[in-house]
Structure formats: structure tokens, C-alpha cells
């Protein structure tokens, strides 16, 4: 379905989770947050029904986000309903990598197209003080495992302060240059602040041909990351919230004092 600023709007990231078994330092505080209570995360009922009806809508690619999604108890059982669904031709994952090494090949089984996963830097100190818990070998072991289950193409998401050429960046594309992984910088973003910009090397953030929608993991479908406009298919109608969140997505973003990275899954 098209905007009124005429972008093609098929492409529906889906946050399965406000739950991490990180703490990255730019996007969670030390001690965690306060997180959805259950009843309120969404069944995988309720999301298969989004992407379902979002599919009429003219959505067909779906991207699974968190929190960390592999930390939701069933996720392979969900790809396996959101895969099952004949208009969904890419379903991907972003992913921190620390738990896909044990989930990598139920997951292909189930129909996930590819990941990408999270990596700052290759330095094992600087990446346990930068995710305060995770262990570098862990996720490296996870793309490796990702690689040999077939979920392909690998993008490496690295988050960077202002540039690709900080030491961390240059050895992340260092990294992925010899493993033939592509990369992408993502500058620090501040949601409350309105602070982003064009992901370096993918998609995000480029406002003027934006094709996403976002679903929390309690049931908002936000048309803009930078935005507080949000509607509730629990209220709505998953439907009419999808058809407004289209009508209203503004022509670029502003700020968000709503929600949290950990929240809406970047
Ligand atoms: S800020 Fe909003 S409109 Fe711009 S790229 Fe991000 S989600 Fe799209």
C-alpha cells in the first residue's frame, strides 16, 4: 500500500520481545528496564493475524526484532507460522548472535531466509564492556553456525559513535570483509532526542523511501521509529490500526518519547 507521500510500504518489523539477555550499553541501562508485563506481550496468534491480514495490505517482508527475540520461549515455533504464509517472500532476524549457534539450524528447518546480527567490535574486553554480559565468542561462533545452516545473506549490523573508520568499525569490516558478511554502520541514535541518520551500507533511516512499519511486542504498530503516533490493533482492529498507521506515517522522522530500542527493536 502506498503512503501519501508515495512510498511503497511492505515491509512489517515485528518486536517479539522487550526482553534481552544483553545490557549494550546505548540501548539499556545497567540494571535493565521495566519490561512489558506478560499479558500484554502479544501471542503468536495475534502476530501470525498481523502479518496475515497485513499481507492484504500489500506487506511481504518481515523482519523478527526484539529486545533479543531468540530469548522469546517458541520463536521457532513462530517462524514456522509467519513462514507458512505464501506472501511473506523474505523473513529475516536481527539478532545479538549470543543463543543462535543452539537455535541456527531449527530455524532455517523452520523457514527463516537470513539474520542479521549485532557485532560493535572484535576486541573479546571492549564487546563485554559494550553488552556489560555477552561474550564475543558467542556470537561469532553464532554466525559461523548461522553460515552452516544456510541462512544467507549474513549482514552484520555495528554500531558505530560518528564514523566506520573508528578502530571497533574498521575491525568489524576487517571481520567481515574476510568472511564475506556484509556490513552495515549504524550511528548511535537517541529517540527521545531525535537524533539518527541513514544506516552507512543498508536502508534504515533513509526517510524519503522508508517502506516500514513496526509492531511492538504489545500490539502498537508505529509507521515511524522518530514518531509517538502508535495504534493499537487490541483497540482498533488490527486492520484499521495497519490502514492508519499507512495513512498517517509522517514524511520523515522527528522524535519518539514513547518507547525504547529495547522496545520497538530499532
Ligand atoms: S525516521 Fe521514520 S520515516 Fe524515517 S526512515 Fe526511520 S522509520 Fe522511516
Redesign the pocket.
Known amino acids: 500500500m502506498f503512503d501519501k507521500y508515495n512510498r511503497n510500504i511492505n515491509y512489517l518489523r515485528i518486536s517479539v520481545t522487550d526482553k534481552c539477555n544483553l545490557r549494550c550499553s546505548y540501548c539499556m541501562p545497567i540494571g535493565g528496564v521495566n519490561l512489558i508485563s506478560h499479558k500484554e506481550i502479544l501471542s503468536f496468534e495475534e502476530i501470525y493475524n498481523v502479518v496475515s491480514v497485513g499481507t492484504k495490505l500489500g506487506i511481504d517482508k518481515v523482519r523478527i526484532t526484539g529486545g533479543e527475540p531468540l530469548v522469546r520461549k517458541g520463536i521457532v515455533e513462530l517462524v514456522g507460522m509467519l513462514s507458512s504464509i505464501p506472501a511473506i517472500t523474505d523473513l529475516s532476524m536481527t539478532t545479538n548472535g549470543a543463543l543462535l549457534d543452539r537455535f541456527s539450524k531449527p530455524l532455517a528447518k523452520a523457514g527463516l531466509d537470513r539474520v542479521n546480527v549485532s557485532l560493535d567490535t572484535m576486541d573479546a574486553s571492549k564487546f563485554k564492556e559494550i553488552t556489560r554480559t555477552g561474550e564475543l565468542s558467542d556470537t561469532l561462533k553464532g554466525i559461523e553456525a548461522a553460515r552452516n545452516a544456510g541462512l544467507y545473506p549474513i549482514k552484520v549490523n555495528c554500531v558505530v559513535k560518528e564514523s566506520p573508520l573508528e578502530p571497533d568499525a574498521l575491525g568489524v569490516g576487517r571481520f567481515c570483509m574476510e568472511q564475506g558478511l556484509q556490513v552495515r554502520y549504524i550511528k548511535e541514535m537517541d529517540l527521545g532526542k531525535g537524533i539518527?541518520s541513514k544506516v552507512i551500507g543498508g536502508e534504515?533511516?533513509?526517510?524519503i523511501k522508508?517502506n516500514?512499519l513496526r509492531l511492538t511486542a504489545d500490539g502498537k504498530i508505529k509507521p515511524?521509529?522518530?514518531?509517538n503516533l502508535a495504534y493499537d490493533i487490541r483497540e482498533l482492529g488490527t486492520k484499521d490500526a495497519l490502514s492508519l498507521a499507512i495513512g498517517n506515517k509522517?514524511e520523515?522522522?522527528s522524535l519518539n518519547t514513547e518507547n525504547r530500542f529495547s522496545n520497538i527493536g530499532g
Open positions: 539518527f534504515g533511516g533513509d526517510c522508508c516500514r515511524c521509529l522518530f514518531s509522517p520523515s522522522g
